[in-house]
């Protein structure tokens, strides 16, 4: 009978165990397997940390080392080993039934897994060989081993990752190295970098789009923007055919364009704005700034910039640039080479004018939502005034985009028109997103949001004017996590709305499945931001 207690409480223990170490490999790799970052969100949610499973195995454990004499070798090991399966057969809190973006069986993932879980069964096996199971202490010190296991696997998550580090950096490094040699082979390969804290992506695309009338084109897809994405992209993707390579250039950390830039150096680059987007690893605007303007130095020498005027940090930093500047604007600035104006909206989309460097004027229709866009679309124009496309020939490119998506994409779901914004995480995107949402008539208009992340000490003051500006543009505010919009909520009752259209949900999932019944015909919905499943509520 104790061998059977034993099976199910290892059983239970190792299920529990693997459950939990999946879930940090998952919260690890979210975290871009960076130590700081996982750190940090592990010092955010103190409640992972310690279970009252783990409070209540070790309660067991002491109970039952202090009654062996009391009940004897059997009955003591037996009862605790009893209770053990009791604590240890739930393991909610690490089950994610729909996760957002679910955990990745990379290589990289695969290793680390490995590593981590012969880690976690090293703690059992100890407890196990200091103590003799047929001794009744021996099976405590076999069950403390599994909560030692259990309790350090944020730990032993941690520790594989530094063992595997050395073996991680030098593939990263071949990686790069493979991928410099290639573009060494391609002399003829016009580099395009992008960089911002927002509208970066759509850019690109647009960029590739309108150089596409006239060259072969490689973009970087989505949200490519890290050294090893940049990496896997020409590595992969790169063929002799290509003229024109378009690289979307992210930061988090001081250095980050730097990194990129000695991968791949562009020959032209683009800056759209800056804004205060990871704050909490940057520190400052002023520092985000510093590190965005890194692309500007790195072109090559005599190779021109596209800068957003109407953005005084980004035209700022045309001291830094090496090779003709070209400005865009959408506000009227008339040092600007390209400016648009007469922006309006409606049915098929937005239409403006644009004036180029030469004075030539014309006018252009995107399917493209917001005065944002018209910004990149500028922007891009500038890239191809700079290969000698004329305004007019553009005009026909710009007319076949398509919303990125997931970027005010604008949908049709039955009678439902929704506007999916959901990869947007920044104040100025955001206050386009609802004054859009706004101007639509045919129906109620709901915001689903959790709000904004990594903005630092301006997080929860960036929330509150959020809250403050939507309510005046929405009938229904579905918030998506009640601690973390606490913000957007002072701020909507700041501004008077209404208190009986606030809803609050704990996941996305559960706000999906209230829409699905509250929802009528000529309703319009907006999903601002959907952050990753680190985010999520308890």
Known sequence: MLW????????????????????????????GYKPARFVHWLRTHPDVLLRRSHLAGALLLTA??????????????????????????????????????????TPRMRRLLSVAALLTLAAPVAGGLLGRTEDALGWLYYLGGWLVADLGTPLWVLLAGWLLWPVERAIQEGFKRRARRKLAAHPDLTVIGITGSYGKTSTKFIIAEILSLRYQVLATPGSYNTPMGICKVINEQLRPEHQVLV????IRHPGDIRELCAIARPDIGVVTAVGPMHLETMGSIEAIAREKSELVACTRPGGPVVLNADDPRVAAMAERARGPVWRVSVEGNPEAELIARDITYGPEGTRFVVRDETGIEQVFQTRLLGRHNVLNILLALAVGRIFGLRLRQMAHAVARLRPVEHRLQLRREGSITVIDDAFNSNPVGARNALEILGQFQTGRRIVVTPGMVELGAREAEENRALGRFMAQHVDLAVLIGPRRTLPIQEGLREAGFPEDRIRVFRSLFE???FLKTYLQPGDVVLYENDLPDQYDEP
């Open 4 to 31: 059977l207690f034993a099976l199910l409480a290892t059983l239970f223990a190792g299920w529990r165990a693997a459950r939990r170490l999946l879930f940090f490999l998952h919260l690890f790799q979210l975290e």
């Open 247 to 250: 690289l979307e250039m992210g």
């Open 64 to 105: 039952g080392a202090l009654t062996v004499p009391l009940l004897g070798p059997f009955w003591a090991p037996g009862l605790v080993l009893l209770g053990w399966c009791v604590a240890f057969a739930s393991s909610r809190r690490y089950r994610r039934d729909r996760p957002k973006k679910p955990l990745a069986f």
């Open 511 to 513: 706000a999906q499945d």
